[in-house]
């Protein structure tokens, strides 16, 4: 009787133990530095002349700080762009926002249909840093959207979602 009495409290107490930890939640904080973005900043003479040897065409720029660089929006060719700078002018990153997907690379649209071949192709946003070229395209088959990435002629899926019937 007294090792039923032991064996049913000991049972309890870890059903009791077992179920708090398996609601527990491990919450992990991390801190971000501040970035602080300004409109209409004053440019360095050096970042303005890089972005106006690098992009001839540009139309509309504006510019912002962006902690120690510079952040421009500007349009070439009816399509939108954005570059980061250093403070010594060296162009950090550039990415442009292609919204007629007939303006896609040939070898781009050749690799995205091979592996999507009935999927339409909607838009893409290429994204220049270093010597990386990557492509963000989004595609469309029936109610399936897809988000790929395309780089060094490799094709990834990145995300896959179903509209939802409304």
């Known amino acids: 009787m007294k090792t039923r009495f032991i064996f049913r409290i000991a049972t309890v107490l870890l059903v009791l133990f077992s179920f708090q930890h398996s609601y527990a939640q ?8 501040e970035v602080t973005i300004r409109s209409t900043t004053p440019v360095a003479p050096k970042v303005q002349d890089a972005f106006s040897r690098t992009f001839k065409d540009a139309v509309g720029p504006r510019w912002y700080k962006l902690d120690k660089n510079y952040l421009v929006n500007f349009i070439t ?3 939108k762009n954005k570059a980061l700078y250093d403070k010594k002018g060296s162009l950090v990153y550039h990415i442009s926002y292609l919204n007629d997907p007939e303006k896609l690379p040939k070898n ?6 091979k592996k999507f071949h009935d999927y339409k192709l909607l838009n893409a946003i290429h ?12 595609l469309k088959d029936g109610k399936e959207l897809v988000l790929a990435r395309v780089e060094e002629e490799q094709v990834e899926e990145i995300e896959r979602v179903t509209e939802s019937a409304e």
């Open 127 to 138: 994204i220049a840093q270093n010597a990386r070229s990557i492509w963000v395209v989004n």
């Open 26 to 33: 491990i919450i992990k904080i991390d801190t971000l530095r």
């Open 108 to 113: 781009i649209k050749y690799l995205v249909s």
């Open 77 to 79: 060719k009816d399509q």
